[in-house]
Structure formats: C-alpha cells, structure tokens
C-alpha cells in the first residue's frame, strides 16, 4: 500500500548548523510534494512545496530536493535557530488526487 | 484574522458522551478537510468536503459523521465517544483539491 516517510525519529542539530531530514515515499504516482512544520500545540504549517518535474526548490533557509528515482526527498534547513525546533511532515499527493498522504513526522531539536 | 479556526480547542469528556467540533474558514478555499492526529503525532485523514459535498470518506466508525452547512464551514460530530478516540483533531482547507492545505491549531479530545 502507499506509505511516505518514516515513524517520529529525532534530529537533534546544534544552533546554527544545517539540519536535513529525509521522507521516503512509495507511490510511483505522486507529483506534488509539501513540507509541513508542527510547533507544540499548533497545527501544521506549510513550509514549502515542489513538484515532481523539478528536482530542488530553494525558499528562505530551506530546500527541498526530490529524487524520484529512489523516491526520495529532503528539507535541508540552513543555519538551524532555536525557533525551528518543532516536527517536520512530508506530504504527497497525485495530480487528480483528492487528499494528501502524510509521513510520520521527524522531530527536530535545536541545542543553544 | 484567524484563516481556518475550530473550537473547542480542548474536549474533556466520559466515554459514551456525544460530542461536536466546529470548524470554519475564511480562505474562501472549496475543499475542508478533518484529520486526526494520534499520540505518535500520525496524520490521518478522515474525511474531506468539496463545496458541501463528501468526497473522502476514509476507514472511519460510522460514530464520526461530519456536516458541512456551507462551503466555509465544516463540523464534525462523534457519537458514543470511546477512550480511543483521544486524539488530537484538525480541520484543514485547501483551494484546490489535495493541495496545499491549511490548517487550524486543533482539538485535543480527552476520553475518560
């Protein structure tokens, strides 16, 4: 069946270092990818978004790369502050789907 | 201006209870979403509306039944509530079918 990412695992990053998480996905069909970022008590936050026809996007401190080869893909955040620790989603969807298929979330904490 | 905001924010209730969560955006988005959040922080989806109509209705107990009045709002309601059911809940919408969703901050459901 369709899975994306990978049961809470934790990313412990020193401020001001570069953090990667990484989300796996299994359906072929997906085209469009999001990153979400879930501080305590809030509800997801979109983060940002690429579609299957590129490979990277940058945003600000953030990229994304995809490699639909080994249908993978990575939110590197750059020089990592104390305000993005919080739980990092995956989420995918299909061109004529109607919802999206989350990962199972990578917790980050960022050490002063 | 809150975009998508859903109340209670916090539901202490025995088991047997019936309950309703409410929710409402002002986007302007056509499609509304109910997600559940287990304690693992899993995001799941329910169900999902489009301009009042049901278009994902996923493995849910029949005691989950949503009602969407209008296109900006869409309540869900939970019959004969069981301790399982504790979880955190979140309304989302989106513009356009599975895509970017927003989302609110959440009702945490505590059955005792």
């Known amino acids: 069946g369709e899975s994306v990412g990978l049961h809470l695992p934790t990313l412990s990053v020193q401020e001001g270092d570069n953090s990667i998480i990484n989300c796996a996905y299994s359906?072929?069909?997906?085209?469009?990818f999001i990153w979400y970022k879930q501080e305590s008590g809030k509800g997801p936050q979109f983060i940002i978004d690429?579609?299957?026809?590129?490979d990277k996007r940058q945003g600000q401190r953030v990229t994304v790369l995809l490699n639909k080869t080994v249908k993978h893909l990575s939110l590197q955040i750059a020089a990592t502050q104390p305000g993005d620790s919080a739980v990092y989603f995956c989420?995918?969807?299909?061109?004529?789907?109607?919802?999206?298929?989350f990962g199972g979330g990578t917790r980050v904490l960022v050490k002063p | 201006d809150t975009a998508v905001s859903q109340t209670p924010k916090y539901l202490v209730t025995q088991m047997g209870n019936d309950k309703s969560i409410k929710c409402e955006q002002n986007?302007?988005?056509?499609?509304m979403y109910w997600y559940k959040q287990d304690s693992k922080k899993f995001l799941k989806i329910m169900f999902s509306?489009?301009?009042?109509?049901?278009?994902i209705n996923e493995t849910v107990p029949n005691r989950f039944s949503p009602k969407s009045p209008d296109k900006a709002h869409l309540n869900l309601h939970i019959n004969s509530l069981e301790l399982g059911d504790s979880a955190v809940y979140f309304c989302?919408?989106?513009?356009?079918?599975?895509?970017?969703?927003?989302f609110g901050s959440g009702t945490r459901l505590t059955v005792v």
């Open positions: 989302a919408s989106s513009q356009d079918r599975g895509r970017v969703h927003t």
């Open positions: 359906n072929s069909a997906s085209d469009y």
């Open positions: 690429i579609r299957s026809n590129m």
């Open positions: 989420a995918e969807t299909q061109a004529a789907g109607n919802k999206l298929t």
């Open positions: 986007l302007g988005h056509d499609t």
């Open positions: 509306y489009n301009n009042k109509e049901l278009i």
